[in-house]
């Protein structure tokens, strides 16, 4: 059966810092991009960041660079999301996926992934 499990979200002071975590179970993450997006209540839901599976580039939306790092663990099968200096418009609620075809090196639109996880809630206020 395959499935995204996420865990890590939670309620956090303006400043602080989350790390999320995408557990991955009946396919081999390493052989495909892998992304996360969020949110927020009204909003479309948005690419925050992503790795390539052609060839490995990484992604990040303008208004998360240089506080969120993405990264993966091959030998766990697992995504993680790491969150820094968190701000109170990055309250959403986030989103792993993976997706296996791509037309391009570019992966933070949503409608190329295969498989979601169930979402978790990052909440930043004080």
């Known amino acids: 059966q395959v499935q995204l499990v996420e865990s890590g979200g939670g309620l956090v002071q303006p400043g602080g810092s989350l790390r999320l975590s995408c557990a991955a179970s009946?396919?081999?993450?390493?052989?495909?991009?892998i992304g996360w997006f969020r949110q927020a209540p009204g909003k479309e839901r948005e690419g925050v960041s992503c790795i390539s599976s052609i060839d490995g580039s990484t992604y990040y939306a303008d208004s998360v660079k240089g506080r969120f790092t993405i990264s993966r663990d091959n030998a766990k099968n697992t995504m993680y999301l790491q969150m820094d200096s968190l701000k109170p418009e990055d309250t959403a609620v986030y989103y792993c996926?993976?997706?296996?075809?791509?037309?391009?090196?570019?992966?933070?639109?949503?409608?190329?992934?295969?498989?979601w996880g169930q979402g978790t809630q990052v909440t930043v206020s004080s």
């Open positions: 996926a993976a997706g296996e075809t791509f037309g391009s090196s570019w992966c933070l639109g949503p409608n190329e992934y295969d498989y």
């Open positions: 009946g396919f081999t993450l390493a052989r495909y991009a």
